[in-house]
Nanobody, 123 residues
Framework: QLQASGGGLVQAGGSLRLSCAAS????????MGWFRQAPGKEREFVAS????????YYADSVRGRLTISRDNAKNTVYLQMNSLKPEDTAAYYC??????????????????WGQGTQVTVSS
């Protein structure tokens, strides 16, 4: 089970940190990812991280502004969001990939999804 939190309303240029808490004892075996979906658009990849935290992937649109990290002792993955833009407005979803600990940009690789947390960036 995945529980995402930390969304909210922020002005352009501001920051937020999303968290995703996972249940279970094998969290470090799973790659984790963040995806987002804006109204009227398809869900898109944002970032992913390997089970150990040593490998990360980012969408080109967020690289350098958003940072994914994880704390395996707390069974939690984070998405630090800086220099936010109005186009970052979306519902953000965390996801767990149980088939192997390497990260993936494909949503179909992920087995478990959180409920989503809304991020709204005003101009």
């Amino acid at each position: 089970q995945l529980q995402a939190s930390g969304g909210g309303l922020v002005q352009a240029g501001g920051s937020l940190r999303l968290s995703c808490a996972a249940s279970g004892r094998t969290f470090s075996n799973y790659a984790m990812g963040w995806f987002r979906q804006a109204p009227g658009k398809e869900r898109e990849f944002v970032a992913s991280i390997s089970g150990s935290g040593g490998m990360t992937y980012y969408a080109d649109s967020v690289r350098g502004r958003l940072t994914i990290s994880r704390d395996n002792a707390k069974n939690t993955v984070y998405l630090q969001m800086n220099s936010l833009k109005p186009e970052d407005t979306a519902a953000y979803y965390c996801a767990a990939k149980t088939a192997g600990s390497w990260p993936s940009r494909s949503s179909s690789a992920y087995d478990y999804w959180g409920q989503g947390t809304q991020v709204t960036v005003s101009s």
